[in-house]
């Protein structure tokens, strides 16, 4: 990273603008951040801190869940390079196989074309050269996020050394017997012509019909208690299926059913009996206590046949149509939803069907191609994973992989445990192609693991036999799943990216890939490299809309980050995206956040402003040469040299004696704030330590450190300037992995070549705690908002003049400070005042304000008993409400809330202003 020109400023109005403008700021640290990479070094001597980000799809645009995701990354990333680790975020993307396939497919449909047309080979081409001319996007766009990222090390799943890894891990796990060939159950969608993951699955439920059938039994004196003697009862909301049927299943201990075990009933609209038979996977309140089983087309039919010994026959075919022999004639080639219509219809005349009811059904859709997916058995490759997740259960025990919130860990531990074998076949043409090979046998030979590059059928010790390669590739989280130690250069364990940077500490990924993705490192993590892929797992919630609902084009309710970046600028949105992030729990959508992150950056902006103006201002007084008056002068221009690091002015102005109060009190809470936000970022809590910050920054140094600092800032007082500036640059170091844009341009601002970013964060000194300070301090704010409550109760301005007298123990520090109280609270601060008085307490500081010759005193007494009335009025009409069953019943459960708050409030404004009313009898 280079260092940075020198502000050329003589005064603030020269350094910064009037008013911050992100626009304006922030996209040249975006292209300097874009062409200055944050290079991690895997040769140097400091400990290792490695994030690799969650891949986006090469398909994809910025959306929120990205930009909330590569916040937190980075945030993380910037704190821990601060903190003196080899901090490597390593940026990349996933080719994607379906979406990738459906995109350029799509745009070759325009052409009058398909990939046939073009062969593998040719749309291989077209698609790689899409991928240069459009993919990738996203990672442009997170430029923008301001992600501190070290680009040269960018990746993409199909690139070479990330192939070889795939390749290297199929070639193991069929030599070790885990991944096979074999024939099971299987998401199909009938449009794109492939398997697919679950996670290619989008869930949604429809209005449906449960259909009631009437089986007839082959023993027709024999009656079940869900029907007429001669018959049992079926629902399914699958009638087009019933062709298909292997058996009837009812739960063993289920007595409306148990003498039927072994019995066979007859399958409506045709001549064929099936067995009755018993299994726990019957839910015995679902319909009518008995389940038709169809292996072939329902995962939990196919797992029961599994059990039993039954066939697998299939009446749909993979286009979605009812095909086979045994399929009646009249509804062969019948799309599935139409056969539906027709076999209901069938069953109505032959007086099978005994009753059809509405019925919500969760269906599952394909994510691209919106098509409902068809469950079907069928010949594919798969992994076996339970030996695989026993060693991931270890590890969890073990404590090598802590989860955040530490409740998912119990989610993680319940998926591995009932782990099924993935299936990781795709019929795709864009991915990573199978290294199988079979010949005309069906035999399937693989390279040897001794040397997996070679292909089988260049293999001498096959050049007999006519082999030809398995056409599929592989499901694409068969290589995200390798992401954490792929990217770092294995299966080539002395890469000295893998030595120095693997195992990674931390993944940041919502909680809705935490079995398809994060499961899935965790097993091969420890399979492949005997270590676990990461020490721990950060999992954030969803981002939703203002509603609570997940965002989607269909809905029209997604909002564009980009355009939130316009709108707000890039930091005020980093602000809300960390402040929203708490406890996993799903994000809504909250536009105050992002005013609030607006005004936050626009505050310390003025701040900083105000700040350069003072210290440009006193800079041609300061004429000594020792160091901290150095240090005041180099805050508008470096005169050479590195300057004085804050944390050293804070150290040198220790034990100087001319530090006011306040100079004090803000040296050792910025202190007491560090080792907050510091523990509050190492337990991965982003969203406290970014409040803990604003908190501080807004209210503790700009409302009260900056105005109590202002009376010894205009005297030009060393301490105080060296004071200010320290601790601005102090805050803007804790602030810079939120904010980075807006610290790193203020910071530059200040006079320092060397980017903020490759500063130092700012570490905890228990010497500069300061418990008097602190007390003293809080004696002088507490007399403050005591003098403008009595302001308030007399109906007087904030800038109207009150003369006030302070009592109580504190009372001297007070009138030691009264320049600070005076100039804060707008008040004269008098030892003694005569006739009656108007009392205000706040933290055990007691302030006083005559009556006389401030307000008409009979005028302003009848005033306070109608402001009684009136509290008493809304008390009692919110207590109304809440004591209105019906109104509690109905009213949303804010509502209730904003009504008990009112009584809260009015309460307590009651029981101060009586408590006024009182001392006049």
């Excluded at 801190?49 to 959306?63: A, C, E, Q, R, S």
């Excluded at 409506?268 to 067995?275: E, G, K, S, V």
């Excluded at 068969?478 to 993944?507: A, C, I, M």
């Excluded at 006193?618 to 020792?626: E, F, K, M, V």
């Amino acid at each position: 990273m280079t260092d940075l020109p020198t502000p050329e400023a003589s005064s603030a109005e020269n350094a910064l603008a009037k008013a911050f403008d992100p626009q304006t700021v922030e996209p040249s640290w975006a292209t300097r951040w874009k062409n200055e990479p944050f290079r991690a070094d895997a040769s140097s001597g400091k400990p290792p801190f490695t994030i690799v980000i969650p891949p986006p799809n090469v398909t994809g645009n910025l959306h929120l869940g990205h930009a909330l995701d590569n916040t937190l990354i980075d945030t993380l990333i910037r704190f821990k390079r601060m903190q003196g680790f080899e901090a490597l975020y390593l940026p990349g993307m996933d080719h994607a196989g379906i979406s990738t396939q459906v995109v350029v497919e799509r745009q070759l449909k325009d052409e009058g074309l398909s990939r046939f047309d073009l062969g593998r080979e040719g749309f291989l081409e077209r698609v790689w050269n899409w991928k240069a001319q459009s993919g990738g996007m996203i990672l442009d766009q997170l430029t923008r996020l301001g992600v501190s990222v070290d680009w040269t090390r960018e990746r993409f799943t199909m690139d070479e050394g990330l192939s070889r890894a795939v390749r290297a891990q199929f070639v193991r796990l069929y030599h070790e017997g885990l991944a096979y060939r074999g024939e099971r159950i299987v998401n199909w969608d009938p449009a794109s012509q492939t398997t697919l993951s679950e996670l290619e699955i989008d869930r949604e439920v429809r209005k449906g019909k449960m259909t009631t059938l009437s089986y007839k039994l082959e023993d027709a004196t024999l009656s079940a208690s869900n029907g007429e003697v001669g018959e049992i009862r079926i629902a399914t909301v699958r009638p087009e299926t019933v062709f298909a049927d292997q058996a009837i299943a009812v739960h063993p201990e289920d007595e409306r059913f148990r003498h039927l075990v072994g019995q066979k009933a007859r399958i409506p609209l045709t001549d064929r009996f099936i067995p009755i038979i018993a299994d726990e996977a019957v839910e015995r309140e679902f319909g009518v206590g008995a389940l038709k089983i169809t292996p072939a087309h329902d995962p939990t039919d196919f797992e029961v046949g599994e059990r039993h010994g039954l066939a697998r026959p299939s009446v749909i075919d993979l286009h979605g149509n009812l095909s086979g022999d045994l399929v009646p004639e009249q509804f062969r080639g019948m799309e599935r939803f139409a056969a539906r219509k027709a076999v209901v219809a069938a069953l109505t005349e032959s007086g099978d069907l005994v009753e059809e009811k509405d019925h919500d059904t969760a269906i599952g859709l394909s994510e691209r191609t919106k098509v409902p997916v068809e469950p079907i058995v069928s010949t594919q490759w798969f992994v076996t994973m339970k030996p695989m997740a026993e060693r991931v259960l270890a590890g969890l025990d073990a404590g090598e992989i802590r989860l955040t919130p530490e409740r998912y860990l119990k989610v993680n531990r319940d998926w591995l445990e009932n782990i099924r074998d993935w299936n990781i076949s795709r019929q795709l043409w864009w991915g990573h192609q199978i290294p199988a090979w079979y010949d005309d046998d069906g035999n399937v030979y693989v390279p040897d693991p001794e040397n997996p590059e070679l292909d089988c059928d260049q293999d001498p010790r096959y050049s007999h036999l006519n082999l030809r390669r398995d056409p599929d590739v592989f499901d694409t989280w068969f290589s995200s799943n390798l992401w954490p130690f792929s990217t770092l250069g294995w299966p080539d364990t002395d890469h000295e990216d893998y030595r120095k940077f693997y195992p990674t500490q931390v993944l940041v990924t919502g909680y809705d890939i935490l079995f398809f993705w994060v499961a899935r490192m965790e097993m091969s993590g420890y399979h492949f490299t005997t270590q676990a892929p990461f020490s721990t797992v950060m999992l954030h919630g969803l981002y939703l809309d203002a509603k609570g609902q997940k965002m989607s084009k269909s809905k029209g309710n997604g909002i564009d980050p980009l355009e939130l970046f316009e709108q707000y600028g890039v930091d005020a949105c980093r602000f809300a995206f960390t402040s929203l992030s708490t406890g996993g729990q799903d994000i809504r959508h909250d536009p105050r956040r992002f005013e609030q992150g607006r005004n936050f950056a626009n505050k310390l902006w003025n701040a900083a402003r105000f700040a350069l103006l003072r210290l440009s201002e006193a800079a041609p007084t300061l004429t000594g040469d020792d160091d901290l008056t150095r240090y005041v002068r180099g805050a508008v221009q470096e005169a050479g040299g590195q300057p004085m690091r804050s944390r050293d002015a804070l150290t040198a102005l220790r034990a100087r004696e001319d530090l006011t109060l306040a100079d004090r009190w803000i040296i050792s809470r910025l202190n007491a704030v560090t080792a907050e936000a510091t523990t509050q970022l190492e337990a991965f809590d982003i969203g406290a330590a970014v409040r803990t910050l604003y908190a501080f920054t807004w209210d503790e140094f700009c409302d009260w450190y900056i105005e109590a600092a202002k009376p010894a800032l205009a005297a030009g007082q060393l301490g105080t300037l060296a004071t200010l500036k320290a601790t601005l640059e102090h805050i803007l170091k804790l602030l810079h992995p939120f904010m980075p844009f807006l610290t790193s341009e203020l910071y530059a601002t200040l006079g320092h070549r060397r980017q903020l970013a490759l500063h130092a964060w700012p570490e905890v000194d228990a010497a500069l705690h300061d418990a008097d300070a602190t007390r003293a301090f809080d004696a002088l704010r507490a007399a403050v908002s005591a003098a403008r409550s009595l302001k308030n109760e007399l109906g007087l301005a904030p800038q109207d003049r009150l003369n006030v007298a302070v009592e109580g123990e504190m009372s001297g520090v007070v009138n030691e400070n009264a320049r600070v109280v005076e100039g804060i609270a707008r008040v004269t601060l008098v030892h003694a005042l005569e006739g009656r008085t108007l009392s205000a307490v706040e933290a055990g500081v007691t302030v006083r304000a005559p009556l006389e010759g401030t307000v008409d005193l009979a005028d302003w007494l009848g005033k306070q008993k109608k402001r009684l009335a009136e509290f008493d009025k809304q008390i009692k009409q919110a207590q109304g409400k809440l004591g209105n069953e019906g109104f509690v019943a109905r009213a949303p459960t804010e509502v209730i809330e904003e009504e008990r708050r009112r009584v809260a409030d009015f309460s307590a404004q009651r029981a101060r202003l009586a408590g006024v009313l009182a001392q006049f009898g």
